[in-house]
């Protein structure tokens, strides 16, 4: 991609010289006469149109290549940014807003694609080759228009870094509050049945206003400074401008150039004080998306705090006990223990409750069997194997959770009860959802396993979501089961329905069943 903008970049210079040795000739025929130059004539007009045509193809050429490279490095940082997202540890999940991650996500992929096409490709590589070569045509044809065309050069530099640092600054700062507005924003439209049932659609706007102004106020600062630094860019252009007439001018009226070199070199410079106002336009997209990408980065670069040991074993299934050996935990290390000297042996196949008050530590009991965390004592062994020392993969294949609440997505019915064995077939989800006692009400959907439940399963009620869920936990069929104080929110009808469900469900398995009270 480089020797392309480069051969492009070359050809273009080509333009001004031939420009300059046509312009020459004409004023030699004109002031001494002579045969009529039509030679030379058709021969800049096809070295400037073969130049032209060249130059277009292999920027044709180039675009295509750049695009397809950049796409591929777009796409590749978007699944590799959402694989470390979802392979994160529970409490970085638990601290941060999935709208604002997801926004740092999109934002960031999308920056850098900006960057490496629009920025890199575009307006930063090429200009930056055309400036050298423009430098280097000019040091040859003439050192003093060369010096006269780049002496501001430097002043320029030296003016735009301290102006980028102080913008720099300025757009991290506006990166956190528009990630801020997203998260908002998302929060609202996941309650939005709450923001009516409480009338607070005029507050809820009147938030976001205040959200998005803070943002952009912050921004226009940004923009401020970026406009001076533009100006001072057009005001050194301008002067080398002046600067190149003057002492070109000179130079023909001396005899020491001819007219073609002098319009060479207005061209020349004009050439060169082109790419630095794109560059001038680039620096401010290239800071503002690199504080974009930047974001992105600190999901890649977060810590994995839970994976697979090397040389980890599959756990086989369950066949004996579970085991608790004096384990604690807590959530930070100058946090409360959220579990004290936990020791105890559950036989397979036997059904256990926990009981207790809201943080007494009920779920994060059940998050370490789920080696969402591991214990920062003690250890915690299926059939005498630490779970530290077999993959995460095989433990969770093991284990299906009811919750309180069930997870759907905004997908078909179907779908969300296979979602733990994707390619289970009609015939055993139709089964589970039977067993579930959740058949009779999916037939009465519009499209029965076919119909969508909308986001997060808005579409069903609190108990038809739950047996979707139980239905879920059958059709995995697992050694380990875990219900989350599955009917504390149903109606009496649902919670017997549930009850009944789960009845059949927990047999023939090791369960673990959280309540407030028996």
Known sequence: LLALVAFG????????????????????????????????????????????????????????????????TEDALRHRAFEKYLTLHALFHHESPSGQIIGRLERGASSVYAILYDIFGHNLLSPLLTFVGVLIALA????????????????????????????????????????????????????????????????????????QSRARSTQYRAERLWGVLQGSQTAIAVIGRISVILIGGFLVISGRSTVGEF??????????????????????????????????????????????????????PLAREITFRHVWFRYASKRMWALKDIDLTIPANTTVALVGRSGSGKTTFINLLLRSFDPDRGAILID???????????????????????????????????????????????????????????MRTEKGYRT?????????????????????????????????????????ESERLIQKATGALIEDRTSFIIAHRL
């Open 384 to 442: 005498g194997n630490d779970l530290r020392d077999v993959t995460q993969k095989s433990l969770r294949r093991q284990i299906a959770v009811v919750p309180q609440e069930v997870d759907l997505f905004s997908r078909t019915i179907a779908q969300n009860i296979a979602y733990g064995r994707r390619h289970a077939s009609r015939k055993y989800v139709e089964r589970a959802a039977r067993m579930a006692l959740a058949h009779d009400f999916i």
């Open 9 to 72: 970049t070359g050809l273009d210079i080509a333009v001004p010289f031939i420009s300059q040795r046509l312009i020459d000739t004409f004023i030699t025929f004109f002031t001494a006469g002579g045969p009529v130059p039509i030679s030379t004539m058709l021969f800049a007009a096809a070295g400037i149109f073969s130049a032209t045509l060249v130059s277009r193809i292999v920027s044709s050429v180039y675009n295509y290549h750049l695009f397809k490279t950049v796409t591929k």
């Open 263 to 316: 319009v060479l070199f207005l061209m020349l410079q004009g050439m060169a004080y082109q790419p630095l106002g794109q560059i001038a336009y680039t620096f401010p997209r290239l800071r503002r998306n690199i504080t974009r990408a930047e974001r992105l980065y600190t999901i890649l670069d977060e810590p994995i705090r839970i994976f697979d040991k090397p040389g980890a074993q599959a756990l086989l």
């Open 140 to 211: 040859v044809k003439s050192p003093l228009i060369a010096l006269v065309v780049f002496l501001p050069l430097p002043v320029y530099l030296l003016a735009s870094k301290r102006l980028s640092n102080r913008i720099y600054k300025i757009e991290k700062k506006s990166n956190r509050q528009f990630e801020a507005v997203m998260k908002e924003s998302y929060d609202v439209a996941s309650n939005v049945h709450t923001v009516k049932k409480f009338s607070q659609e005029s507050a809820e706007i009147q938030q976001q206003r205040q959200l």
């Open 452 to 492: 969508m439940v909308g986001e997060r399963g808005i579409k069903l009620s609190g108990g038809e979501r739950q047996r979707i869920g139980i239905a879920r936990a059958i059709l995995r069929d697992p050694r380990i089961l875990i219900l989350d104080e599955a009917t504390s929110h149903l109606d009496t």
